[in-house]
């Protein structure tokens, strides 16, 4: 039993100190390996790698894949006009010489971009005094993320290199601090009511001319109609008067006669109508003071039905 023992105890040692020897390179990352401190290798392929155990030697990793550095300051920034601005960026960045990376900047990636976050809120500020707000805001933008990433590399790249690479620098909003963007949304707020309010007086003063036109063109067209309606009225009037007067032209004594009954025909169309009148003075009734009324033969002898019995001479 002691000798199997041993040899188990044997074979785990072994297996044991074979994977302390043992070590795999991710494609993503660089292998460092480190001899009593000092950096012997950096493993830039990745694949299955040997080494002495520790504390002969020991292995880290660093990632090679290209990062993204997110702006955390909010600190507002002076333009050229002493404007207070906020500025949010992002950086693109890589490892490219682990070796040099270890030295001058640290052990892991968040050292990196520690350091790579003040240079660039640095290179900001220098490049954002020397501009004005519009500039921020138009074309001239592409420029100023060229000049903070070309003032970046120059730090980067210096007498101590970093070991890395700056890949693209970009700017993701520019705005006012809070207190000065309340004033402009406020001043836009009230240039913009002034243009409704100048476009509802406009389409105001345009309906009410729309509208008096149309009433205008409403009385003229109703004149118009008035105007010929009275004048078919008078022509036929007058038509009316022509064959009325060349009718009762024929035969005078009929006509007064027929109107004198209209008139009583018009006067006693009620019952309740009453009229207080002196029969011996008044001509309403002269035809009934007359007794009769000398009629054309031709209409007596027809038995004319206009004519009311007893009325005839």
């Known amino acids: 039993m002691n000798r199997v023992g041993f040899i188990a105890s044997t074979v785990l040692v072994v297996l044991a100190l074979m994977s302390s020897m043992l070590f795999v390179v991710d494609q993503r990352q660089f292998g460092v390996l480190y001899a009593l401190g000092q950096i012997k290798e950096v493993i830039t392929e990745p694949g299955l790698n040997f080494k002495l155990p520790p504390p002969f030697q020991n292995v880290s990793y660093i990632d090679k894949r290209l990062l993204t550095l997110d702006s955390t300051d909010t600190e507002p920034m002076l333009t050229a006009e002493k404007q207070r601005v906020v500025i949010d960026w992002y950086v693109r960045w890589r490892i490219s010489e682990p070796t040099e990376y270890i030295r001058n900047v640290g052990l892991d990636e968040n050292a990196g971009a520690m350091q790579l976050n003040r240079v660039v809120r640095n290179a900001f500020q ?176 027809n038995n004319d039905p206009a004519v009311p019995r007893g009325i005839e001479r």
């Open 126 to 301: 220098e490049e954002v005094n020397k501009r004005t707000v519009k500039e921020l805001l138009s074309l001239k933008r592409e420029d100023l993320m060229a000049d903070v990433k070309r003032e970046v590399l120059e730090t980067v790249r210096g007498a101590k290199p970093w070991g890395v690479d700056v890949v693209d620098v970009r700017i993701t909003r520019v705005d006012y601090v809070e207190a000065i963007t309340e004033s402009v949304y406020r001043r836009m707020e009230a240039e913009r009511k002034r243009v409704a309010n100048e476009l509802r007086s406009t389409g105001g003063a345009e309906g009410e001319k729309i509208r008096a036109d149309a009433d205008r063109q409403r009385e003229i067209t109703v004149a118009n109609a008035y105007r010929d309606a009275q004048k078919v009225k008078g022509e036929g009037d007058a038509e009316a008067a022509r064959i009325y007067a060349e009718s009762f032209g024929r035969d005078p004594q009929f006509a007064q006669f027929y109107r004198s009954l209209e008139a009583y025909k018009a006067s006693f169309s009620k019952k309740s109508d009453v009229m207080v009148l002196d029969p011996s003075s008044s001509d309403f009734f002269k035809v009934f003071r007359g007794g009769s009324v000398a009629l054309p033969l031709s209409r007596r002898a």
